[in-house]
């Protein structure tokens, strides 16, 4: 059974306070995991800050780009010469299948890694020569330094990928990265530190610290003065929490945050195109993905096709097998998770609607009895105001509902305070680009869902985020825009 510590400013360390992580696939112990004190943190946040703007910065912070951008290189090589373990450990920690875990995730994280620092070469500076209102002759020119130290608070739905999001960026433009995963999937993050340890990513400039949120490691992360900026993902409850605690030093924040997102399938739309994509949107990890669809809006004559169709598909989901090599559901991150969304679909019926598939626990017989795993669960009938229909499940849920006319369709979508994403089905070309725009969400897939380049532009309306993140806008977030402006004396002056 594996002990994960922390690992600050280049020493792995204990804590007396330690807690379990159990696997979601059976219940099994996993690993005790050491929970970081306010003291480590703190440790990990001034020695970030020395490494990334202060009187150690010549080893990292003011490093020329090209040299991190190397050094960046050579790290994602090791995250590759690892990427079986850090496989294996989101495999255990989530219970996803291997293909999952290592298509979506795993050598992703390293091109991931990969394209933030090419994609910090072609930042560009601006420059101009002016003259001064008062006869004075100038230039200026633009630099991006380093922030400081950059809070990277991770939820657990696609751990390796979350950390390698936040922490790349963050590292590249010069930061220091404090890294804290969510504590229901510790241990790819452990992996990362390693692999950072054995690089030459100086100590300091990456720390991981384990812990929950309120009063212990995230709590006392964001609530650090020295943090200079906090870059979130996870629930939009939590999000305001630590926009609030970032108020206290006028820190900045980056937040992705939860969605109750709506796919519309117009009349026209290809119904296999619809089901094959509506399955992944509906379904994929689990439902654990903020962008995966809550609600799906049917045009009334193609209403009974789709829901027999997905309810045909649901039903016959492989649900928890590590080793199906194409589509599957694992379980749920944690009981408790399970509990939440199990919670959610028992107010179905009480609403007046009904499963037209799921909507209960599947049962094995076997170790998987002590798991997390639930039904994908496919809804009709409920209104439009019930919990099932407005609140975020996060799970392999979908309510289903019929409209008459476009307008009607985008109303539907746009009743919720989320705005992440959503889906469009429909062949009309002009119909896809007029009703796109009048959705509310910060990515709409027309289509299709979940192509996505890592590098687009990632944001969120309403109670869906704060920030545009992803690429550039990643890289601008984890740097501080200077302006060098200096006067040129004329010959005689
Ligand atoms: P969560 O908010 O419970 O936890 C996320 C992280 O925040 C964890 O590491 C947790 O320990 C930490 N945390 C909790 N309270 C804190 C506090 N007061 N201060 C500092 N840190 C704190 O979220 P979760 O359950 O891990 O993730 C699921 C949520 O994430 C869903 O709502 C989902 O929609 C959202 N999500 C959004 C996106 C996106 O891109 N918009 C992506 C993935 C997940």
């Not at 979908?398 to 469009?424: M, Q």
């Amino acid at each position: 059974m594996k002990e994960l510590k922390n690992y600050i400013a280049g020493r792995w360390v204990g804590t007396e306070r330690r807690f379990e992580k159990r696997s979601p696939f059976d219940g099994t112990l996993l690993a005790t995991v050491h929970e970081a004190t306010k003291e480590m943190v703190d440790e990990a946040v001034a020695i970030g800050s020395e490494v990334s703007v202060g009187s150690r910065s010549g080893q990292w912070g003011a490093l020329p780009m090209k040299q991190r951008v190397a050094i960046i290189h050579d790290f994602a090589d090791r995250i590759l010469a690892r990427v079986d373990d850090l496989v294996e450990a989101d495999v255990a920690d989530t219970g996803r299948s291997y293909w999952q875990a290592s298509t979506f995730d795993g050598a992703r994280a390293a091109r991931l890694f990969r394209a933030y620092a090419d994609t910090a070469l072609t930042l560009e500076n601006r420059s101009m020569q002016f003259s001064g209102e008062l006869g004075f002759e100038g230039m200026w020119y633009t630099l991006r330094r380093p922030k400081g130290v950059i809070a990277c608070i991770c939820p657990w739905n696609v751990p390796l990928l979350m950390a390698s999001m936040k922490v790349a960026p963050a590292l590249i433009m010069g930061n220091a990265a404090i890294l804290k995963p969510s504590e229901e999937t510790p241990s790819s993050a452990t992996i990362l530190a390693e692999v950072i340890d054995a690089s030459d990513i100086p100590d300091g400039a990456f720390s991981l610290i384990h812990g929950f949120g309120h009063n212990s490691a995230g709590g006392y992360l964001s609530e650090n003065p020295n943090v200079d900026a906090i870059t979130f993902t996870g629930e939009s409850g939590t999000g305001t929490a630590i926009m609030k605690s970032a108020a206290n030093g006028l820190r900045e924040v980056s937040l992705e945050l939860g969605g109750k997102n709506a796919a519309l399938v117009f009349e026209d739309a290809v119904m296999d195109r619809v089901a094959e994509g509506m399955t992944r949107s509906a379904f994929f990890n689990c439902g654990q993905i903020c962008f995966c669809t809550e609600r799906a809006y049917v045009h009334r004559t193609r209403f009974d096709e789709f829901v027999d169709r997905m309810a045909d598909i649901a039903n016959a989901i492989v649900i928890g097998d590590k080793s199906h090599n194409g589509f599957s559901i694992g379980p749920l991150v944690s009981h408790s998770h399970r509990d939440k969304v199990k919670a959610l679909l028992d107010t179905v019926p009480e609403n007046g609607g009904s499963f037209v598939a799921g909507g209960g626990i599947p049962e094995f017989e076997d170790d998987r009895d002590n798991g997390a795993f639930i039904q994908p669960s496919i809804a009709v009938g409920s209104p439009e105001n019930a919990p099932f229909v407005k609140q975020e499940a996060f799970g392999p849920v979908l309510h289903v509902a019929p409209f008459d006319e476009e307008e009607e369709a985008i109303t539907l979508a746009n009743d919720t305070s989320y705005g992440l994403a959503t889906c469009i089905w429909t062949e009309n070309v002009n119909r896809a680009h007029r009703v796109a725009p009048r959705i509310r969400a910060g990515h709409a897939w027309i289509n299709s869902w979940q192509i996505r380049d890592l590098l687009s532009p990632l944001t969120g309306a309403g109670a869906s985020g704060v920030g545009e993140q992803g690429g550039r806008h990643s890289l601008e977030f984890s740097s501080l825009p200077q302006t060098v402006t200096m006067r040129v004396f004329g010959e005689h002056q």
